[in-house]
């Protein structure tokens, strides 16, 4: 959002050091190190501490499709006001979940989930989904085609102005 800024425990170089991780987690620190201008050994604390205050996490992101899971869902939920807390606690236990949001709007949690085939989504969505007491709608979207699918979240674009 132009103009806004959000206030964090990280600095400049902290998000300088996460948008070279988000381009390239296999980095050595050494290159890191170079490119920011620090010392090895201060590369290795800032992405300790980035990993252990829950900033970041160095991970490996499978595409879906690719991977046996041809079935990508957008699931949108709607629940009764009095039961968000609870839907949310027992959605939060659902392995099939790769992503759920509590928005406001139309729906009270939007959710992406992976599967292995149309009968699994069914199944999920039949025998688990609708078993949590206070969920009243469930809207699924299924994606035909990934056209853009990064994990570059927090990183400035190079068009951005400000």
């Not at 629940?79 to 609870?86: A, G, K, N, R, Y």
């Amino acid at each position: 959002m132009k103009g806004v800024k959000v206030m964090s425990g990280l600095d400049d170089t902290d998000r300088q050091l996460i948008g070279l991780l988000q381009e390239s987690a296999r980095r050595s620190n050494a290159e890191l190190a170079s490119k920011l201008g620090l010392s090895e050994s201060s590369v290795r604390r800032r992405i300790a501490r980035l990993i252990q205050d829950d900033y970041i996490k160095i991970v490996a992101v499978a595409d879906p499709l690719k991977i046996g899971y041809p079935i990508v869902a957008i699931i949108g939920l709607q629940c009764l006001p009095s039961s968000v807390e609870e839907v949310q606690a027992q959605l939060r236990d659902l392995d099939e979940f790769r992503f759920i949001g509590m928005t406001i709007g139309t729906y009270d949690f939007v959710a992406e989930a992976w599967f292995q085939s149309v009968q699994d989504l069914q199944a999920f969505i039949r025998q688990r989904l609708a078993a949590i007491p206070g969920i009243q709608k469930i809207e699924t979207g299924h994606v035909l085609k990934m056209i853009r699918y990064q994990y570059d979240w927090g990183r400035q674009s190079d068009n951005t102005s400000s």
